[in-house]
């Protein structure tokens, strides 16, 4: 209330500056976001058509991986749109309820992700440990269940996000260096105490980020030590290549962002623009490398793929 006296304002419009201190450079920044976001959206559509219209790919690993696909064309959409209006058009207005709108689905599919992640580490988990239970156990009202749930334990841990938004008073600023409206830099620009948003932003990473990050790693730690007790070596190789295009996108997913987290932490020296591109990679690359890795490691869908695109030229 102190602060909506001093300023006798409090913004309900916004504006994005992109990368701050590269604004000349900003028509050739666009170019990689337009060729992830056409390659992510090229990608993962075809994923999931070749999914959904083939019956040898009906099996629960490429049901979850349809959901991943799904959920990595929402995190595109959601971001490089709004990041290329701002590039080529400097159309980076943007009112307040649609900020909080935009980084509530950011955050919600970035949460999804990870929990698709932990249930495809989960599925690896049973196909490899279970063999002769693993379509018992992963029927599909099981799988239309997890998926529920992945959505509905994202949904519900962000939701609280939009009213710690509401409540705050944004008069110190109107101006938000980055390409996409994030929770704590919209914070940062209200004159209120923002120790309750930081402390929840820090409670949902927890709860849902660094626990599947833990549970997976248990889970794989189970399947390696199951896969080196298996006598021959023909068989502990084809279960290990299993789990190989899940792995690369695993580390895909988390690491940049990982890195990203632990450079905003401890790198207060470097500069802005450096943190923003940095935090647009963790953005940008899973979603376009996702389709590739499976489509390259995986047998089944390179072969749909090869049929797909190729069948009318014969």
């Known amino acids: 209330m102190t602060a909506l006296n001093h300023t006798g304002v409090s913004h309900m419009v916004f504006r994005l500056l992109g990368v701050p201190g590269l604004e000349d450079q900003h028509v050739w920044i666009s170019t990689p976001f337009l060729i992830s976001y056409v390659v992510a959206l090229l990608g993962n559509s075809l994923l999931i058509c070749i999914i959904l219209t083939s019956r040898n790919l009906r099996e629960p690993m490429y049901l979850f991986l349809c959901m991943l696909a799904g959920a990595d064309l929402i995190l595109s959409t959601c971001t490089v749109p709004q990041a290329l209006a701002i590039f080529w058009f400097r159309a980076g207005e943007i009112s307040l309820d649609r900020c909080i709108t935009q980084l509530f689905f950011i955050y919600c599919t970035f949460i999804s ?22 379509t018992t156990i992963l029927t599909p009202a099981l799988i239309g269940k997890i998926g529920v749930t992945v959505c509905l334990r994202s949904y519900g841990t962000i939701f609280p996000v939009i009213f710690l938004l509401k ?48 549970l997976i790693f248990i889970s794989y730690a189970l399947i390696l030590r199951a896969v080196f007790r298996i006598p021959s070596r023909d068989a502990r190789h084809k279960a290990l290549n299993t789990c190989g295009s899940h792995v690369c996108v695993i ?38 490398l996702n389709p590739i890795i499976y489509g390259i490691k995986t047998k089944q869908i390179r072969d749909h793929v090869v049929h797909v695109l190729f069948t009318k030229q014969k």
């Open 113 to 134: 992700e990870s929990g698709i992640l932990l249930v495809m580490a989960f599925d690896r988990y049973l196909a490899i440990c279970y063999p002769l239970r693993y």
């Open 167 to 214: 409540r705050l008073t944004f008069c110190k600023s109107n101006i938000l260096p980055n390409t996409a409206c994030k929770h704590i830099v919209l914070a940062h620009v209200s004159c209120n105490d923002i120790r309750v948003n930081v402390w929840y932003g820090i409670f949902v990473l927890v709860s849902t980020v660094v626990l599947d990050i833990v």
């Open 251 to 288: 580390v895909l997913f988390y690491g940049p962002g990982i890195f990203t987290t632990l450079t905003q932490r401890f790198g207060h020296h470097i500069a802005p623009h450096i943190h923003v591109l940095l935090s647009n990679v963790c953005i940008l690359a899973p979603p376009m």
